[in-house]
Each structure stands twice: as C-alpha cells, then as structure tokens.
C-alpha cells in the first residue's frame, strides 16, 4: 500500500513539472499566441514565398497572401486557390496584432532615378511615350484613308515565300495593315462620342 502511494504522489508531480514548463512561457507574456489569435496553428512563412504568389498574382495584397501561406503552408495550394477564385479573403483584424501592416513598397517603373545613377544606367529623361505608329514607321500610311477591308481580312493569307528576306517583309507588311487596322477601328468607335 505505501508503494503505490509514493507512486501516485510521483506521477503527481510529472504532471504538475510538465504543465508548468510548457505553460511558463503563456503566462509571463502579454502577447496572445499566434494559434490563440488566429484560431489556427500557423505554418512556417518565408518571404520568398509570399514573394513568390506575389509575383505571379501582383494585384494581391501581400497580406492576404501571407494570411493563406499561414493557414496553407503551401505556395500551390494557394496559388490554385487563387486561380479558382480570383481572389484571396483578408485577414481578420487578430492578424494584424500579430503581424503589423507592412507597406508596400512602390513599383520600380515609377521611381524617379536620381542624378547618381551610372551612365550605363541609360539616359534620366523621362521617355517619351511611343505609339505603335511611331514604333513602326507608319506616320505617313496613317492619313485618315480607309483600308477598306473587314477585320478578319486584315492580316490576309500568310504566303510562304522563297527566301527569308521576302518573309519577313511580308511579315511586316501584314503587321503594318492590322496596326493601322486596328488604328481605324478605334477611331471609328470614337467618332461617334466626341459629337
């Protein structure tokens, strides 16, 4: 009888060592736990993974990203869920206790480069925006006159020609006709609303 007594009295205090240990860190922190906050256990996150959906799907807040990695884990099943959908849901206010807002960092195409940047760099000007007329040297074609033909005529029937020369010329001509097709089918659609 005194040795199961000593028994239960050991086993007694496992539990009471056990239960302290793995509770000292909840009670000496005021901050909830992730799991506690957002009702799930969180996966591991890196960066390079909400970078990686962000990439893919850039009109996505990168929160809403790392919101579903952290339920997910998993970059695919996110990305899947991302294409059956269209879109990801946002955090619930407890997510962002624990992970604060970041800002989003503006796009790189609208940075001003500052005038330290190295010459190979290329030029600090801002370029000029260029049409598909200026592009492609068809200022003179594009005086009003009608092409006359319908949309689908347009590119015409590709004729294989002799030598690589004359293909690519042809080439060329049948994307001159369908730019300045294409130019006259908007501005016909316009016509119309600017009386």
């Known amino acids: 009888m005194g040795e199961v007594v000593n028994v239960l009295v050991a086993v007694a205090v496992v539990v009471l060592v056990v239960r302290w240990a793995t509770s000292g860190s909840k009670e000496s922190s005021d901050a909830p736990s992730p ?10 996150v ?6 990686t959906v962000h990439n893919m799907f850039p009109d996505i807040p990168k929160d809403n990203i790392r919101y579903d990695l952290l339920r997910t884990g998993n970059v695919e099943v996110t990305s899947n869920k991302l294409l059956e959908r269209g879109f990801l849901p946002a955090p619930p206010p407890a ?6 807002r970041t800002a ?25 925006t260029e049409n598909l007329l200026t592009r492609y040297n068809l200022e003179s074609r594009a005086t009003g006159v009608s092409i006359g033909a319908a949309p689908e005529e347009v590119g ?26 294409a130019r006259e089918c908007v501005v016909f659609s316009l016509a119309p609303a600017s009386f």
């Open 35 to 44: 799991s506690a906050a957002l009702g799930f256990r969180p996966k591991n």
């Open 46 to 51: 890196t960066p390079e993974m909400v970078d």
């Open 95 to 100: 997510y962002y206790t624990i992970y604060p």
């Open 104 to 128: 989003e960092p503006p796009a790189p195409t609208q940075a001003v480069p500052s005038g330290n940047s190295n010459a190979a760099a290329g030029p600090s000007k801002p370029k000029k």
């Open 156 to 181: 015409g029937k590709a004729v294989w020609e002799d030598s690589p020369e004359k293909r690519e010329a042809a080439l060329r001509e049948r994307k001159a006709r369908m730019i300045l097709a």
